[in-house]
């Protein structure tokens, strides 16, 4: 039989379990309940979390399990969850920094893209790519997440915006997952902008989208979310319910970018098809706020965006206050928030939303997992999770936020094996 292999993290100044008292996303005051273990120690087993205690339980675990030791001495270090960002454009072409010189003049994001640029900019790079190429490109960005920490990627598609380009970003997006480390969870965002060949008739993108992309992409097994970008002079809400709706019948779970950029009802449109997430929600109205905090759809919140774009951020407090589950996502893409950085957006998210240290951790992990609907096996420090582990360069928890825009990550391990050191 073949050796286990075991990771043996010891002496860490905090282990941040992020366990929660039940299994369901974290709301209000259990936001900041971090489960956090001083001089601890965790155990990894093959692939798994099989201990989390103190490090004088840990010598006595360790008694009971037999295997191939390495020995990581985390002293002076926080030990937390792999970071998980639930929301992100990863697989595309090019860059847009053209398009940044310009907004700094003034020109608005929405006008780039009314004007064919925009999402339809990298539509265009995209197209011209091949399979390879974004896998190549793209695998850059995704080497830069796992250096900062991030171990569960959500990835969506909506640069093809044709059928064919559209599997071609998803098959992209699975071929990455098998080559790479980090995990990929992809999203069809088909309904990501209306090319320019549909103009004059965006119901017939539609229907496109309903009645062609949506029955492959399911064929192929190639997602398990569907997106849409509902949006003043994008998506109307009828037409984002009628694709999520159609998503839904093939077994696609529905997720909104709703009210990013003027309120259209993307908040309350997420509850009524009972989305599992509804993202950026800048302009969100209190109606809005109050039915997500009665529902089981997350807040996916992207301050680096909002940053980006030099926008007032979502209202993350009252959003908090109110019961509503928020996650943190970095929204990596090539217009409206090209970083890579987790860390940089847990920064943001205290800065710019005043988030707390503690409330940001949880919305960095165990909710964003329920956001991507795999809390079951990642996004806490537990037995039987998979073994993503990230060690920091910080006494304390809240030193992470602290000690903002740099990057503290001292070791990744993933799926039991030291990714990142
Ligand atoms: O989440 N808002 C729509 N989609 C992306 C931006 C994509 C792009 O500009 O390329 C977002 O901000
Ligand atoms: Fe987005």
Redo the contacts with the bound molecule.
């Keep these: 039989m073949k050796s286990k292999s075991i990771i043996y993290i010891k002496s860490a100044n905090q282990v941040v379990t992020v366990k929660g008292a039940s299994q369901l996303p974290k709301r209000g005051r259990d936001l900041s309940e971090l489960g956090i273990i001083e001089n601890g120690s965790v155990i990894l087993v093959d692939d798994r979390i099989a201990f989390a205690g103190t490090d004088d339980e840990a010598v006595n675990y360790l008694d009971t399990v037999t295997g191939n030791v390495t020995t990581i001495n985390a002293a002076g270090k926080v030990v937390t969850p792999g970071l998980v960002d639930p ?1 992100t ?1 990863l697989i ?1 072409a090019g860059s ?1 920094e053209k398009e940044f010189e310009m907004r700094l003049q003034g020109v608005k ?1 929405i006008d780039i ?1 009314k004007q064919g640029g ?2 339809l900019s ?1 539509t265009k790079s995209t197209r011209e790519a091949t399979l390879e190429q974004l896998v190549e490109q793209s695998c850059v960005r995704l080497n830069r997440l796992l250096q900062h920490g991030v171990t569960t990627v959500e990835a969506k598609s ?2 093809g915006l044709t059928v064919e380009d559209e599997l071609k970003q998803l098959r992209a997006a699975r071929r990455l997952n098998e080559l790479h480390p980090v995990d990929l969870v992809s999203t069809f965002m088909g309904a ?1 902008a209306v090319p320019a060949e549909y103009k004059e008739n965006p119901e017939a993108f539609v229907s496109l989208i309903t009645d062609e992309m949506i029955p492959l992409v399911a064929s192929e097994n190639l997602a398990e979310f569907c997106d849409v ?1 509902c ?1 003043e002079g ?1 998506f109307t809400v009828k037409q984002s319910e009628r694709i999520l709706e159609a998503g839904k019948r093939y077994g696609l779970k529905p997720k909104i ?1 709703a009210d ?2 003027v309120y259209t009802g993307g908040a309350e449109l997420a509850v009524k098809v009972g989305a599992v997430s509804a ?2 929600l800048l302009q969100a109205s209190d109606e809005g706020i109050r039915k997500l905090a009665g529902s089981q759809t997350i807040a996916v919140l ?1 301050p680096a ?1 909002a940053f980006f ?1 030099m926008e007032q951020p979502a209202r993350a407090r009252t959003m908090i206050e109110e019961g509503v589950a928020v996650a943190l996502s970095t ?1 990596c ?5 090209p970083t890579q950085s987790m860390p940089f957006v847990m920064n943001a998210a205290c800065i710019t939303m005043r988030m707390t240290p503690a409330e940001v951790l949880a919305a960095a992990t165990i909710n964003a997992a329920h956001a991507i609907g795999r809390a079951d096996q990642i996004g806490s420090i537990e037995a039987g999770k998979k073994a993503d582990i990230v060690l920091f360069n910080a006494s304390n928890y809240q030193m992470l936020q602290y000690n903002f825009a740099v990057n503290l990550v001292d070791t990744v391990i993933k799926n039991g094996r030291i990714a990142v050191k």
């Design positions: 929301h454009h595309f847009r994001y893209l925009g999402i990298s909506g640069y990501h970008f949006e994008v970018h990013e950029i993202e950026h992207l965006t774009l929204d893409n090539p217009g409206s928030s």
